[in-house]
Nanobody
Framework: EVQLVESGGGLVQAGGSLRLSCATS????????IGWFRQAPGKEREGVSC????????SYADSVKGRFSISSDNAKNTVYLQMNSLKPEDTAVYYC???????????????????????WGQGTLVTVSS
């Protein structure tokens, strides 16, 4: 069974940093992409960043470019989101989600549009105070 578990959220002052972790299990696929998404109160969910396993390609939303960095540690089966220079507008629940399958599956790319049928973690709250 594929599972994702996020951790690392918390309260931080503007300008500070946090590192989120997305621990994965059950990934026995040729290719997959892990995406970080966030949803602030009253707002739609938005894609933040993504990393693809087969070629290491990454993507970032314009709002986080230069401040956030995504990486993966295959030995620990974990994807990280390093968030620097945090702003109050980064406050949200952050989720990781995955698309996976055989190499060549069209949805496995960065960024990808996640839906309710994809595997999601439970989310971790990031609060940035001004």
């Amino acid at each position: 069974e594929v599972q994702l578990v996020e951790s690392g959220g918390g309260l931080v002052q503007a300008g500070g940093s946090l590192r989120l972790s997305c621990a994965t299990s059950g990934f026995t696929f040729d290719d997959y992409a892990i995406g970080w998404f966030r949803q602030a109160p009253g707002k739609e969910r938005e894609g933040v960043s993504c990393i693809r396993s087969s070629d290491g390609s990454t993507s970032y939303a314009d709002s986080v470019k230069g401040r956030f960095s995504i990486s993966s540690d295959n030995a620990k089966n974990t994807v990280y989101l390093q968030m620097n220079s945090l702003k109050p507008e980064d406050t949200a629940v952050y989720y990781c989600a995955a698309v996976y399958g055989s190499i060549g599956y069209a949805r496995i790319r960065c960024p990808f549009r996640a839906n309710g049928l994809d595997v999601w973690g439970q989310g971790t709250l990031v609060t940035v105070s001004s």
